[in-house]
């Protein structure tokens, strides 16, 4: 079993930055890749960023591809994003996700993933 926690969200203005942290215990965080995925009100769950076990791959939509960025620290049982130039579009719950993993790959489907957190609010203002 994988716990996850995010933590950092808030509320922001247009083009201001946010950096989220998802604190993974129970099981070997480097067994796992990870992604970021956001819902708003409404909609679906959404994908927004995607990491492999070891960081060396990532994978982001159109949507967020130079204003987000994925990381992890696997010393810290930590995964990241760092969100820049913030829209009112990227208001949403965002949640981190775990899938343990063999081949070294990332993942950006929702329903390829085993565990979620419960999420933290991002809302940017206009």
């Known amino acids: 079993q994988v716990q996850l926690q995010e933590s950092g969200g808030g509320l922001v203005q247009t083009g201001d930055s946010l950096r989220l942290s998802c604190a993974s215990s129970?099981?070997?965080?480097?067994?796992?890749?990870m992604g970021w995925f956001r819902q708003a009100p409404g909609k679906t769950r959404e994908f927004v960023a995607a990491i492999s076990k070891n960081g060396a791959r990532t994978y982001y939509p159109d949507s967020v591809k130079g204003r987000f960025a994925i990381s992890r620290d696997n010393a810290k049982n930590t995964l990241y994003l760092e969100m820049n130039s913030l829209k009112p579009a990227d208001t949403a719950v965002y949640h981190c996700?775990?899938?343990?993993?063999?081949?070294?790959?990332?993942?950006?489907?929702?329903?390829?993933?085993?565990?979620w957190g419960q999420g933290t609010q991002v809302t940017v203002s206009s």
């Open positions: 129970g099981r070997t965080f480097s067994d796992y890749a």
């Open positions: 996700a775990a899938r343990l993993d063999f081949s070294g790959t990332y993942y950006i489907n929702r329903y390829e993933y085993d565990y």
